[in-house]
């Protein structure tokens, strides 16, 4: 699919010449300077007016997000999310997964559980023998996929995979993905951000001559309905949203600090992602004249785990909103900033005690 | 920053930044639009590179900042779609810059910076500031779609 993606790209080429495009960019590069009347620094935040957000109150509700893991273990396991890391934690010694494909042996050596993922150390093999990739394949991009095959766990009970994709071999080092999917789940939505799935992520990999054997974590990606509702009942003053307003702005006093009567409402953080809900009180400002082209909470936001650590997230405005009687409902997503911690794993939202706004700590509930 | 070293990054890194920005709103006159203002910003800001691949490495990132602001403006999502001519030389290429079109608008840039740009999932990562895992699992979704649209299609 490659070579036929890179031939349609060679034909998506621009309508203007460099020098339209030289003459487009110093044009607009002469009006920001007059706008702002200096050189630019942060040239995507000059245009935003700033706005301080006075929170009174956050309500909601816990969720209660159900994960079925007898499909992957040949026994029952169905709890509450918050009750999964206590009944996965331990050995399952008597899970079997096999596969039911032609081709392949998958044996399972090891489980354990933790709170919203499990780690499985598998061995895949060829029933023939014959090697499952070649390490020293120079191709760019090769994918060994077990496609179709359908998975047989304990009890029969059918699951299945997309397979593992070898995406490349480079001096030695092999990336691999892999995924699996819960077969009743949603998995693809218009937002490519939400649906439910079971993710595969690879841990360790060790190749041997002809066998492949490899440590999987299963993590439960929730869908828009939370993992967990985290709220707390009274958030900090001096919340600084950033507003990229455009428009009528007629009574808005764009460009200079506002502050606004706010409430945040809901404080909803998952596995992979969160979302803060909140509402603005409009006060005496006409909205309906605005178009508010994007904004983004500029705090310093941490989850506290019950030991003390911390995980920096980000907050970047990605639902806009719509005014209701009087008030703007927003949404905005919290994004992980700690990656390096992230990669491969899911954060224990049951570990998770409070959250640290521009350095005041929220216990939540 | 001189003029003349702007014409210069202008000749050099135009294409990718139009087609990246492409890759996000998928209509060229956008594209050209987001593409102006990457370069406006790079002559406003004239950051110091150590070398070319930096350069690259910055224009990539705002544009993908411009062209999340343009997807999330009101103005943007309240208009009508702009018509787009893009000569295609068969019925499969056409059926799969409609594919192209029809996928969602990270995932297509995701697929875009690995497929086009030659980009490792890592670089990727580095660039849109995010996790591997998180540019594999758009690259999976990504591929997947591209793949069932285009069985869904007979093609």
Redesign the interface.
Known sequence: MRNEYNRLFDKITSGLSDEELLNGALRKAENMKARTGKKLKRPLIVAAAVITVLAVGVTGAAATGLIRFDEIFGRTITAETEQLGNDLIGDAKDAVISCSDDDYIVTLKGVTGTANSILASLNVSRKDGTPLFDAESEEEEVQYSLGEAKWQLGNDKKFYGSGYYIEGCENGSIDIYAEYKMMFEEFYSDDGISGEYMQLLLNELTLTDDKLDIAVEFTYVPSDTSLRSLTCKEFPEGCVILFNVSGETDGLPSGRNISFDTQLTALDIRAESGMLSGRLALGDYDWNKIVLNSFRCDNDIELIRKDGSSIPVSLEAYHLMRAVEGYLDFTMELEYRQLDEMIGKAIDLTEVAAISINGTIYTLE | ME?HQ??QY??EH??TV??LA?SYVKN?ED??DI???A???????DPSFEGASNVKAWLIRVTI?LAK?ML????YRSRAELPDN???ESE??ER??DS?KKL????AAV??LF??EGY??KEI?KLR??????V??????A?????KMLTKEDL
Do not use: H
Request: glycine share 2%.
């Open positions: 003029q702007l014409e202008i000749k135009r294409a139009f087609r492409y060229r594209a050209d593409t102006q203002d370069f406006m910003r790079l002559y406003v800001a900042n602001d999330r403006s009101g103005w893009i000569p295609c499969e290429e799969l810059l192209v969602n608008a990270e995932n697929i875009y497929y086009y490792s999932v990562a500031r995010t996790t591997s895992a998180a594999r699992t758009r690259l999976c979704r591929r997947e779609q591209l793949r």
